[in-house]
């Protein structure tokens, strides 16, 4: 983790009590014990694929709010690999589970899903790049520590090693200490007044990592 002056670490601490919930929510817990039930992955992997897509567009966006070619093409690299590699992972999901790619593409984004691309989206148009970096930054450290959290206990027969595999493995461990550092680096030339703005948006897609999970336990849809 950053070192203690650092915005990521000050983020993390300021949300640790949330990231122990998503850690030991029963989606998760269910998932490192291998009992998790086959719809409530289902709806999971179905929204994780559609929500690809836009966070694909916000990483995109952020690209083009980047002032130096570094940054440009971090942000773009990563927004190629939310469409390509994680994209591959899901079609792999999706032969082992039957979901037909018609299924995927008729299953509209559940509110949480909806809520949580339009927040990321919005974030990419209305606010300098500083934000919008520390609103995308919980959905790759969050990842990375429940990934690791699983791996560390999951049996290796566990239907859902894959995803287990893919989200404890160091070439993702790798694009987050990137994100991390570069939204240090942003938070570093940023006034204080957006470095609270910063603190502000981690916070809310940290909540919002823990209602798209706790939707697809619940197998959650539109109410009507």
């Known amino acids: ?14 949300n640790a009590a949330l990231y122990a919930a998503i850690r030991d929510m029963p989606f998760n817990a269910e998932l490192m014990r291998g009992t998790l039930r086959i719809d409530r992955f289902r709806h999971y992997v179905v929204q994780d694929a559609k929500y690809l897509i836009g966070f694909g567009q916000a990483l995109a966006l952020a690209a083009a709010k980047a002032d130096d070619p570094a940054g440009i093409e971090q942000f773009s690299r990563a927004a190629s690999e939310a469409i390509v590699v994680e ?3 899901h079609a792999d999901y999706f ?4 979901i037909a790619p018609e299924t995927v593409a008729a299953t509209p984004q559940t509110p949480v899903c909806h809520h949580y691309l ?9 606010e300098p790049l500083p934000i919008h970096a520390a609103a995308l930054l919980p959905c790759f450290w969050v990842y990375r520590e429940v990934g690791r959290h699983i791996f560390a206990a999951a049996a290796p027969q566990n239907p859902y090693r894959a995803w287990i595999d893919t ?3 160091q070439d993702f461990s790798e694009a987050v200490d990137a994100m991390i550092a570069t939204t240090d680096g942003l938070a570093r030339n940023a006034s204080p007044a957006v470095v609270e ?28």
Request: contains cysteine.
């Open 1 to 14: 983790m950053s070192e203690p002056n650092r915005f990521s670490a000050a983020a993390w601490h300021r």
């Open 95 to 98: 032969r082992r589970f039957g």
């Open 87 to 89: 994209r591959a992972l």
């Open 197 to 224: 703005a910063m603190h502000g948006a981690f916070a809310l897609a940290m909540r919002l990592e823990w209602m798209f999970w706790d939707s697809a336990y619940r197998l959650a849809d539109w109410p009507c």
């Open 167 to 169: 989200y404890a493995g």
């Open 118 to 126: 339009s927040f990321l989206v919005a974030s990419g148009y209305r």
